[in-house]
């Protein structure tokens, strides 16, 4: 951990229950680094469709951060000399993944294992001085909680027509023609208390994504952050663990418990739950200037 | 009518995190069981298949996630065909007690099946709900009446397993004609009953249904072994 890192984390990928009884491996995989001025975390969700989604789900992962480090590390985005915008963001990430899907063929070639059978979903969410970037492809939700205690979504899951279809990295996405169908990418630049990442088995537990409209008879998806889910977690728990003296295993293993069986719907959950939970340190506030403040 | 959402019972655990879940509704499976219920199918073979059937929806009651997820149909085949159970969840289901007479309208029942599957496909879609692929379990101890199509039920079978329409596994109860069922579908192959164990099957199946709703699109399913009920070991 960087002296001078204002934000805490909790992650953890957990097997879900089906797999636990079928042998198989956690398919999920997620990682959190720090450096000077940013951070980045990392949560991929491997095919189960795909014999070796769980090494490439852990690849990717891997990929990801060390490419995304090589890129946010040449741009200037610190808040200073220069702010990202949108589209700077999406030409990064959209040549940034692709190096990242590039290098899990070459690893695929080298480890002599079939390119699909790597398949996995990835979000990537880079957390800067005074901005937010994310990009994804595949399923998973995102969110953030803003200054006013409001969580919103910062993702869209991509969605086939039957349940659990979507698309991964391995995918044939990457034709400029079709791509921004797959790779979405958005910046956040308002001020930010705490942010999640998480693969589709911890979604039920934690956004409302099924709800039932009894006016219109129909079922929709508000993808939206559940705030009873986050909130003590973000203001009290999280912090409590830090305050404590917690290593970040520690909290992890917290965490890991807590996504196995935390409450009754993680509990019951078939498929396996990573979520990364990132929550500004309480004393610190960030302008939208990027200077550092305290409260 | 509102959907009743079927809270999960509470747990506890010391990791000193906590967080409440919201009230997702839970993705659909339809299972769509086309039954024999001709003249051939009466005595044992209709006793044991009527409580293989309640076995089957007690099963199911006994996995949480597939009861939320699972519509179980029942389309039955003699004289006629008739839809006996519409889609329903299986903790609403009142299951019905089959009795066996008249011919065996195989093809009528079966693609009664496939249009409920569309039937039913049409209104998911409609009210924005998720759903598995539906999965059609033909059972039957004889061989069509006659004057059924089976070669262009065969083609629409055939044509509906491969623009993923429906699942589709078929099962021959004793006397059945495994020639004729084969030829309404092939793959995967009409597996024989062992005697009337009805509920060994219905065991299985509600078992299969449990990893079928817990899984992802195109994994790589290990469904559990037939030995139970079948004399061909898959």
Redesign the interface.
């Known amino acids: 951990m960087l002296v001078g890192e204002h934000w805490m984390y909790a992650y953890a990928s957990v097997i879900g229950n089906s797999h636990t009884l079928d042998s198989k491996p956690c398919q999920d995989h997620c990682r959190v680094e720090h450096y000077e001025g940013f951070s980045i975390a990392v949560v991929c969700d491997g095919a189960g469709s795909c014999v070796h989604s769980d090494i490439g789900s852990k690849a990717t992962t891997e990929l990801a951060v060390y490419r995304f480090q090589e890129a946010i590390s040449d741009l200037a985005w610190d808040g200073e000399k220069e702010r990202p915008t949108l589209e700077g963001w999406k030409e990064v990430a959209k040549k940034t993944l692709l190096d990242v899907r590039n290098d899990l063929e070459e690893f695929a070639s080298h480890e002599g294992l079939e390119f699909k059978s790597l398949s996995c979903t990835v979000i990537v969410a880079i957390r800067l001085m005074d901005a937010l970037l994310l990009t994804h492809i595949g399923d998973g939700r995102a969110g953030y909680c803003n200054a006013n205690d409001e969580w919103f979504p910062l993702m869209t899951p991509f969605r086939g027509k039957e349940a659990n279809e979507t698309v991964f990295i391995t995918s044939d996405i990457w034709d400029a023609g079709v791509l921004d169908t797959y790779l979405e990418s958005v910046l956040i630049q308002e001020e930010i208390k705490a942010f999640c990442l998480l693969t589709d088995g911890c979604e039920k537990a934690s956004f409302e994504c099924n709800l039932f409209d009894s006016e219109k008879g129909t079922f929709y998806d508000p993808n939206r952050p559940y705030k009873e889910f986050f909130h003590k977690n973000v203001t009290t728990n999280l912090p409590a663990f830090w305050s404590l003296g917690m290593t970040q295993m520690e909290i992890n293993q917290r965490w890991a418990e807590f996504l196995t069986s935390g409450n009754a719907r993680l509990k019951m959950e078939p498929d396996d739950k990573t979520m990364v939970l990132a929550v500004r340190k309480a004393n610190q506030t960030i302008s939208l200037d990027g200077a550092t403040g305290t409260a | 009518m509102?959907?009743e959402?079927t809270?999960?019972?509470?747990?506890t655990?010391?990791?000193?995190?906590?967080?409440?879940?919201?009230?997702?509704?839970?993705?659909?499976?339809l299972c769509v069981l086309v039954v024999d219920v001709s003249a051939s199918m009466a005595g044992e073979a209709i006793q044991q298949l009527n409580n293989g059937l309640k076995e089957f929806q007690k099963e199911v009651l006994n996995d949480?996630?597939a009861s939320q997820r699972l519509e179980i149909a029942l389309v039955t085949f003699g004289n006629s065909a008739q839809t006996l159970v519409q889609p329903t969840l299986a903790n609403q289901i009142e299951m019905p007690t089959l009795v066996a007479n008249g011919g065996t309208k195989l093809v009528d029942g079966v693609r009664t099946a496939l249009a409920l599957i569309e039937e039913r496909k049409k209104w998911y879609k409609?009210?924005?709900?998720?759903?598995?692929?539906p999965m059609t379990v033909l059972i039957t101890d004889g061989e069509p009446d006659p004057d059924q199509d089976v070669s262009g039920l065969s083609q629409e079978v055939g044509s509906a397993i491969a623009s993923?329409k429906t699942l589709f596994y078929s099962l021959g109860v004793k006397g059945y004609n495994h020639q004729k069922l084969a030829q309404i579908n092939a793959t995967p192959p009409p597996l024989p009953l062992d005697g009337y164990k009805f509920s060994e099957f219905f065991k299985w199946l509600s078992n299969s249904i449990g990893?079928i709703t817990?899984?992802?699109?195109?994994?790589?399913l290990?469904l559990p072994s037939t030995n139970d009920w079948t004399q061909i070991q898959m």
């Open positions: 509102a959907p959402y809270p999960y019972l509470p747990v655990t010391h990791s000193g995190f906590e967080g409440e879940s919201p009230e997702n509704f839970e993705q659909k499976c949480f996630v409609e009210t924005g709900q998720n759903y598995y692929r993923k990893i817990k899984s992802k699109e195109g994994d790589v290990r």
